[in-house]
């Protein structure tokens, strides 16, 4: 019986399931495309990807379609397929929140710049 669902994935996570949602892979594949997607942005090395995968079989997100030796192919699950989804919502939540904030007025006689970081951008963020 798989474990409590993952509340917020990683980005290296999000791109697995990603990589699966256009059919079974294998880790090289599943590395490749998601290198080849992000322009060599997200790079999943041996250790992070096999960490990924282990845990995703283990809360049956994903299943091992086909094994050649030391190669193993995964296949994404439904659980797998609907914790996509749910992680392309709170990102997008993310992205509401943070262009709600960009509109937030400043507090009353307030620097906006001081013990606050960098400045927010003034424009809206671009829509998905």
Do not use: N
Request: aromatic share 8%.
């Amino acid at each position: 019986m798989p474990k409590k669902a993952l509340e917020a994935m990683t980005e290296s996570m999000f791109y697995t399931l990603l990589a699966l949602l256009w059919g079974p892979k294998c880790g090289i594949e599943i590395a490749a495309f998601t290198e080849k997607l992000t322009r060599g942005r997200v790079q999943l090395g041996p250790g992070t990807l096999y960490t990924i995968l282990s845990r995703f079989l283990e809360y049956g997100y994903l299943r091992e379609v086909a094994t050649e030796g030391r190669k193993r192919t995964y296949a994404l699950t439904e659980e797998g397929r609907m914790a996509y989804v749910s992680e392309v919502g709170r990102l997008r939540q993310c992205l509401r929140d943070a262009e709600t904030a960009i509109a937030l007025p400043l507090p009353e006689g307030g620097d906006p710049h001081a013990d606050q970081g960098p400045a927010l951008p003034s424009a809206p963020l671009p829509a998905l």
